[in-house]
């Protein structure tokens, strides 16, 4: 077997996938089958970060909506991405993993404050560091936030483990004529308003240059079939 295609990756966890079947809370089996995938990763010399949703318990435009005001509604959800951080950070110890936890609002008695050169050291030294609490700023997806991430790392790609097994040209729950795409560019992503990202995160990634592979985490091994260079799911990139 060929080694891996990707050298370091930025792994977005949606926080609805941890929640599994429930889709509210923690499922712990769905986590520990997804660490058990990031640990072979690292066996493999593969240097990851992960940046974790918070949507299984707060998501702060959908639940706060016009109930609360939009920063505090905002900062709860960068707290509920804290909470599923340090599940994960914890569920990666208990299997062996080296981990650090890093966050972008400090919180210094539970995690490390977020600085770009310690978070690449870590990497270096085998260690999965885990980004906390979004970009730190209200109005920012988790989405921007793991491509901002990946670009301050010098990721060689995103992968977006999501509740979606790639890119459709519409939603197929609704459209049983939505065609799923292998390849599309990040101009047809922003050109169609197709659901990857929003569109924060799509320009953002396409401005770094950094490719997007868009898979579903129902099979956690589909981690391990990215980052080994098979065609799993929809590449988003620069050009064809």
């Known amino acids: 077997m060929s080694g891996p295609q990707y050298k370091r990756v930025l792994l977005k966890v949606s926080g609805e996938a941890l929640?599994?079947?429930?889709?509210?809370?923690?499922?712990?089996?769905?986590?520990?089958?997804?660490?058990?995938?990031?640990?072979?990763?690292?066996?493999?010399?593969?240097?990851?970060?992960?940046?974790?949703?918070?949507?299984?318990?707060?998501?702060?435009?959908?639940?706060?909506?016009?109930?609360?005001?939009?920063?505090?509604?905002?900062?709860?959800?960068?707290?509920?991405?804290?909470i599923?951080?340090?599940?994960?950070?914890?569920?990666?110890?208990?299997?062996?993993?080296?981990?650090?936890?890093?966050?972008a609002i400090e919180m210094r008695s539970i995690a490390e404050p977020y600085i770009r050169s310690k978070a690449i050291r870590h990497m270096q030294k085998g260690r999965v560091v885990i980004f906390g609490c979004g970009t730190g700023n209200p109005y920012f997806s988790t989405d921007t936030a793991a491509v901002l991430r990946a670009a301050e790392i010098n990721a060689d790609a995103i992968l977006l483990a999501k509740n979606i097994d790639g890119v459709y040209s519409a939603d197929p729950k609704k459209d049983p004529g939505a065609v799923k795409y292998d390849v599309i560019t990040y101009d047809d992503v922003l050109a169609q308003h197709l659901q990857v990202m929003d569109s924060t995160a799509a320009s953002l990634s396409m401005d770094n240059k950094i490719p997007v592979v868009l898979f579903a985490l129902k099979d956690p091994e589909n981690i391990l079939r990215v980052v080994m260079g098979e065609k799993i799911g929809t590449i988003v990139k620069e050009a064809l």
């Open 19 to 82: 929640a599994g079947e429930a889709s509210r809370g923690l499922d712990f089996d769905v986590i520990g089958s997804v660490c058990d995938v990031i640990k072979r990763c690292v066996d493999l010399g593969v240097q990851v970060g992960i940046v974790v949703g918070g949507g299984n318990f707060w998501r702060g435009l959908k639940d706060g909506g016009d109930r609360m005001e939009r920063t505090r509604a905002d900062h709860m959800g960068m707290l509920a991405t804290c």
């Open 84 to 103: 599923n951080a340090l599940a994960v950070a914890d569920m990666l110890e208990q299997k062996g993993v080296d981990v650090r936890v890093m966050t």
